[in-house]
């Protein structure tokens, strides 16, 4: 199962404030600023033509459970305690949670929620989570094609799943090198 997300919040990864320029505010704004996601898992149909070619056309069912979806997820942020919450839409707008009114609250929410996302207006991505990676009935039909990620797991994990996706790309390292070796991939 693919996923089709559309993100809320901005993320930064962890940096040393203290060797920041005084004068780079966003830098220092974002430091502590977490990424989340609205998924929807039956997306509709793309086509790849060549790796710099990728056409995806986001139907409406897509787009309605993607905006429940960051509606669900802004009202998580502000219950989890978020000073500041967002979309990643181009003309998405913050709300300071702690300093807005209930009332306020509720209306950024629908209003950041409702809008529409299309025609590249915000972030929209695919998304693999683990044991989601279908690649078909037949075996034989990825003749060349390498999965080393979790997708590949049979079922998500009930722990850390670093360690056995660390060994399913040691494992598939060396089933590309033999491939390549013996060029049973053309």
């Known amino acids: 199962m693919e996923a089709l997300v559309a993100l809320c ?9 203290s060797q920041l320029p005084v004068d780079d505010f966003s830098a220092i704004k974002f430091y502590q600023t977490s990424d989340s996601m609205a ?3 039956r997306p509709g149909s793309g086509t790849v033509t060549n ?21 669900r997820v802004l009202r ?9 919450i967002g979309t990643h839409h181009e003309h998405g707008r913050t709300l300071k949670v702690k300093e807005a ?14 809008m529409p996302l299309k025609k590249l207006s ?9 044991g989601s990676c279908r690649m078909g009935r037949r075996r034989g039909r990825w003749r060349g094609f390498f999965m080393a990620d979790s997708s590949v797991f049979s079922t998500a994990l009930g722990m850390n799943p670093m360690v056995a996706i660390q060994a399913i790309s040691y494992c598939t390292a060396q089933s590309v090198l033999e491939v390549l070796g013996s060029k049973k991939y053309i």
């Open 122 to 130: 915000t972030t929209i991505c695919s998304a693999h989570q683990m």
């Open 51 to 71: 790796p710099s070619s990728i056409s995806y056309k986001l139907n409406n069912a897509d787009e309605e459970n993607l905006k429940k979806g960051l509606e």
């Open 101 to 114: 009114s209930l009332k306020e609250f509720e209306k950024f929410v629908k209003e950041e929620s409702s």
């Open 9 to 17: 919040d901005t993320f930064v990864p962890s940096i040393d404030v």
């Open 76 to 84: 998580i942020l502000a219950a989890a305690g978020a000073e500041e």
């Open 39 to 41: 998924g929807t898992p």
